[in-house]
């Protein structure tokens, strides 16, 4: 479905342990990978990490690079970013985009930043030395929506996918809830396919994309239109990052209520 092969270029933005990069590599792709938490990238024991895995594999000659980041705040440019004089440079590097985005069952989405946008952004001095330097120095997080990060991760994909590269990604969706509105649309991507895979009350669906060769005019009917970053007060942004980890996620809420169907008004 990611049509990876020798050649080509695959990104997971939620790489985890590497498992998705390993198979990457394994069909011939050169594997490029970022998390937000940095011990899932480095491993917990010596020896055992992602680059290990693909050392296990023999497939070292694949492995692109890994790196701590998320979505906002990612090394690879941001959305629309624009080159001196104002011309828009090209980020389209990617073949393929493949990803399983956490879920926030356990504890909520967070994406790196401070909960408190007031917060100047300076380094915090430990003993002479900044503390973001340190080896096991863990950086602070906030809340994120489900619905936020969706669209990040289609603004991405439509900025970094070259011209009919591939996006797949699994969404969880419960199953009542489900209708043609509730598949994440971008005006540059063209959906292919929508494969099932259904537990016990609810379902997962595994999206595949193609990055249209040119950019598209006109936005799709259900394409959502956020607001840019910069255009948020202080004080809204301090009321969406005070909300529960329940509110920014429906999937979450639902999760944890069995998936209830809600009493008729009849």
Known sequence: MAHVGPGKLAYDPFVGTGSFAVACAHFGAVTFGSDID????????????LRSNFEQYKIMDRYGDMFVSDLTNSPLGRFGATAEGGKKRSEQIFDAIICDPPYGVREGLKVLGSRDPSRPKVPTIIDGVAQHTLKDFVPPKRPYSFDKMLNDIMNFASTHLVPNGRLCIWLPTADEDFNEF??????????????????NKWSRRLLTYTRYEVDQDQPVVDEEVLPDATEETLDTAKARLARTADALNPFRRKYFEGFKTPPSED
Do not use: D, W, Y
Not at 187 to 195: D, T
């Open 38 to 49: 940095g011990r899932m990238i480095r491993g917990t024991k010596s020896g055992k990490s």
């Open 182 to 199: 509730s598949v994440p649309a971008h005006r540059n991507l063209k959906l292919e396919s929508i494969c099932v895979q259904n537990f």
